[in-house]
């Protein structure tokens, strides 16, 4: 049998390992899901599981290190569809709507993910060894998709009114908390009033260049 054989199971075996984990973390939190729980889910024994995770917190963060892969690749898929020219009005809405776009996908519309991400921080604030493994996972992901949007905006000779980092994190901030609060009230008739509200406050930070159709006058 072939290396290539042998990995490509063993990755279908981790990844089997983490959806189920993930579900059940959504369903009953981290701390209430057994090890037993998630081979169950995932029809594996516990020999599978410790052959490919050492522990629980193992798997959880291999749970946020494939989310961020995820939503690497949607980030830098849809940013790469961005023509290389000087931002423009017409360009501008290209960007907002492909933020829009990564943003929707990633973070909001998955009830699953803003609990299991809930349970992670939740986990992390009680376990002092776990939250410095997983801020540092996180904050790799969050590098490098501000690398990649970064990219664009110099492409098409943008600034923003503040700086990059802080512009995702407050993206961020706006998602999770709009998302849990729908989810805490029940609401379903959030969806367009969050774009609307994202697409807004994309646009009054992301600044065109003098000259440009659109562009403020001084």
């Known amino acids: 049998m072939s290396s290539t054989v042998v990995s490509n199971r063993r990755q279908q075996t981790r990844d089997r390992l983490v959806v ?9 939190g981290i701390a209430g899901s057994s090890v037993e729980e998630i ?3 995932a029809g594996f024994t516990r020999g599978a599981f410790y052959s490919n995770f050492e522990s629980k917190e193992d798997l959880c963060l291999e749970i946020v290190h494939q989310r961020g892969e995820q939503l690497l690749a ?6 790469a569809m961005i023509p ?20 929707d996908i990633g973070n909001t519309l998955d009830d699953n993910w803003v609990l299991v991400r809930t349970e992670l921080r939740l986990y992390a604030f009680r376990n002092p060894s776990f939250r410095s493994a997983l ?10 998709a501000i690398a990649a949007l970064a990219d664009a905006l110099r492409r098409q000779r943008a600034r923003l009114l503040l700086p990059i980092d802080e512009l995702m994190l407050t993206l961020d901030a706006y998602c999770e908390h709009t ?13 367009d009033a969050w774009r609307t509200g994202l697409e807004r406050l994309v646009r009054s930070l ?13």
Do not use: M, N, Y
């Open 135 to 144: 801020r540092a996972v996180e904050q790799e992901a969050v590098q490098l």
């Open 74 to 79: 949607t980030t830098r898929r849809a940013l």
């Open 39 to 41: 081979c169950e889910r």
């Open 20 to 28: 189920a984990a993930a579900a059940l973390f959504a369903e009953k």
């Open 206 to 218: 992301v600044v065109l260049p003098e000259g440009t159709a659109g562009a403020p006058a001084r």
């Open 84 to 103: 290389d020219a000087p931002v423009s009005a017409h360009s501008l809405d290209e960007i907002i709507a492909k933020v829009v776009a990564v943003l």
């Open 179 to 191: 998302r849990l609060d729908a989810i805490l009230s029940g609401r379903t008739d959030w969806e």
